[in-house]
């Protein structure tokens, strides 16, 4: 944000020197036969250069304005991406990436641990019978709604970044 803040002052600065070309905007009095002495020259050049310098001020503070603006539009965008996201997720769900690389233990003796956001391997219980190593199943995932497919069964369950459960079934995390 300063860094943004800093760009905008030192464009502005640069475009009010291009503009004013590197001289003040307006010009000193002529010296008249009555303004003739070296102070007043002095005075109507350090008043014109008081008017040079109230203008880039005053550029100064609108350059500092606008980015300001800038600034506070930019952080009202966040907070409504961070809103829209949070609308988004339900209450409690957490992302499949928190969920990757866990295992889970049923009452059944079924284990089921997550290998990748496309992959969980299914061992004990019933598959042991079947696939004593384990078995690998389709995984889907999508706000908190977990689903495994595997030899033509699906089963459901849900995440909510602390427990899991799996068609009613609370696991415990091994």
Same mark, same amino acid.
């Given at each position: %944000?300063?860094?943004?803040?800093?760009?905008?002052?030192?464009?502005?600065?640069? *475009?009010?020197?291009? !503009?004013?070309?590197?001289? /003040?905007?307006? $010009?000193?009095?002529?010296?008249?036969?009555?303004? /003739?002495?070296?102070?007043? $020259? !002095?005075?109507?050049?350090?008043?014109?250069?008081? #008017?040079?310098?109230? !203008?880039? %001020?005053?550029?100064?503070?609108?350059?500092?304005?606008?980015? #300001?603006?800038? &600034?506070?539009?930019?952080?009202?965008?966040?907070?409504?991406?961070?809103?829209? @996201?949070? @609308?988004?997720?339900?209450?409690?769900? $957490?992302?499949?990436?928190?969920?990757?690389?866990?295992?889970?233990?049923? #009452?059944?003796? +079924?284990?089921?641990?997550?290998?990748? &956001? #496309?992959?969980?391997?299914?061992?004990?219980?019933?598959?042991?019978?079947?696939?004593?190593?384990? *078995?690998?199943?389709? *995984?889907?995932?999508?706000?908190?709604?977990? +689903?495994?497919?595997? %030899?033509?069964?699906?089963?459901?369950?849900?995440?909510?970044?602390?427990?899991?459960? %799996?068609?009613?079934?609370? /696991? +415990?995390?091994?």
């Amino acid at each position: %944000m300063k860094n943004l803040l800093t760009l905008s002052l030192i464009l502005g600065l640069s *475009l009010v020197l291009v !503009a004013c070309g590197g001289e /003040a905007k307006t $010009a000193a009095p002529a010296a008249t036969p009555e303004a /003739a002495t070296p102070a007043d $020259a !002095a005075n109507a050049a350090a008043e014109a250069g008081s #008017e040079a310098k109230e !203008a880039v %001020m005053e550029a100064v503070e609108e350059v500092v304005e606008d980015a #300001e603006g800038s &600034a506070a539009k930019a952080e009202e965008a966040v907070e409504e991406a961070a809103d829209d @996201a949070t @609308a988004e997720t339900p209450a409690g769900a $957490a992302g499949l990436d928190t969920l990757v690389g866990t295992a889970w233990a049923f #009452e059944d003796g +079924t284990e089921i641990s997550f290998k990748d &956001a #496309e992959t969980a391997v299914i061992k004990g219980g019933v598959v042991a019978l079947i696939a004593p190593g384990g *078995l690998d199943a389709a *995984l889907t995932f999508e706000d908190g709604n977990v +689903t495994i497919s595997a %030899m033509g069964q699906t089963k459901t369950g849900t995440w909510d970044g602390e427990s899991f459960e %799996m068609d009613g079934n609370v /696991a +415990t995390k091994k």
